[in-house]
């Protein structure tokens, strides 16, 4: 596995000025020799000057710019020499080849995928993976294209959570891709980085922007779903006001106000039940008599 190696570079401002001395000094060996031809001089200023240009237009080719969050990744006839990140004008060896990585932070939407969650029923999802290149070596060179391998992996990451969770879930205790959002999205960038370590990338966040029963079962889910719910909330009901009843009666007898026998207490329950799990208010009965006539 390679890995990212900085590479030092010669400030760009100097090698500019060390250039052009160099072209003055050629000029000034072309008119040094072209003088010294005419009165039967030797050819070694002239020799110098080709000499110097060649040597100057190999250099020219070593100048590199870097935008600031960019890096350049550096060749040498094949092989991986280092990568340089100082922003500005540069200079280097003029025989390296140089590939350009963003290193800004970058984000994309999944499509609208059609999977089946735990329980089997047809969802869509998409998930928005907000990532950056925080290894230029890794990502040149153990993948392909790395941000074609971002996009598939991403996506395969998705589809193996939508699988891992049930859509909905009344039962607090089971985790649902509709109920814990922020688990979910904890789990998905957990995932997604570990199928993206390889290529030099690091994940941000990771959160889904879709989610959705498929259109075929969506009105056949949405009964279940009110139907789901309305169980629940009766369980709820039921709860509490088993709770208020027994209430209820401990304070009528812990306070003496009245004393009641099994089944006045058995009648009592049930009307409490009555009253407090009912749709609608209940209708008082006056009672004239006394409580057991």
């Given at each position: ?271 409490l039940l009555v009253v407090l799990c009912g749709e609608r208010g209940a209708q008082p009965v006056l009672n004239t ?5």
């Amino acid at each position: 596995m390679i890995r990212e190696t900085e590479r030092s570079t010669v400030p760009g401002g100097l090698m500019a000025v060390v250039v052009l001395v160099v072209y003055a000094v050629a000029i000034y060996g072309l008119i040094s020799s072209a003088m010294a031809l005419e009165h039967g001089g030797g050819w070694l200023p002239l020799v110098a000057f080709i000499v110097l240009t060649v040597l100057n237009s190999v250099a020219l080719g070593g100048f590199l710019v870097v935008n600031p969050n960019e890096a350049k990744v550096l060749q040498l006839f094949g092989s991986y020499v280092g990568t340089t990140k100082k922003p500005g004008l540069q200079w280097t060896n003029p025989f390296y080849s140089m590939k350009r990585i963003s290193l800004r932070v970058r984000n994309f939407e999944s499509q609208h995928l059609k999977v089946n969650d735990k329980e089997g029923n047809p969802i869509e999802i998409a998930a928005v993976v907000v990532w950056r290149v925080v290894d230029t070596a890794e990502a040149s060179f153990e993948v392909d294209n790395y941000e074609n391998y971002v996009h598939i992996q991403s996506e395969a990451a998705v589809r193996n959570l939508a699988t891992s969770y049930p859509y909905d879930s009344h039962d607090e205790q089971v985790m649902s891709l509709r109920g814990q959002t922020a688990a979910i999205a904890e789990h998905m960038k957990t995932e997604i980085q570990e199928r993206l370590a390889k290529a030099g990338v690091e994940v941000i966040e990771a959160r889904i922007s879709h989610l959705a029963y498929a259109p075929e079962i969506a009105g056949a889910m949405l009964q279940r779903q009110q139907a789901g719910a309305i169980i629940a909330a009766r369980q709820r009901i039921v709860e509490g006001a088993v709770g208020m009843v027994e209430m209820a009666l401990d304070m009528l007898s812990s306070k003496e106000i009245v004393r009641l026998d099994e089944e006045r207490r058995a009648a009592m329950v049930s009307n409490l039940l009555v009253v407090l799990c009912g749709e609608r208010g209940a209708q008082p009965v006056l009672n004239t008599g006394t409580l057991y006539q």
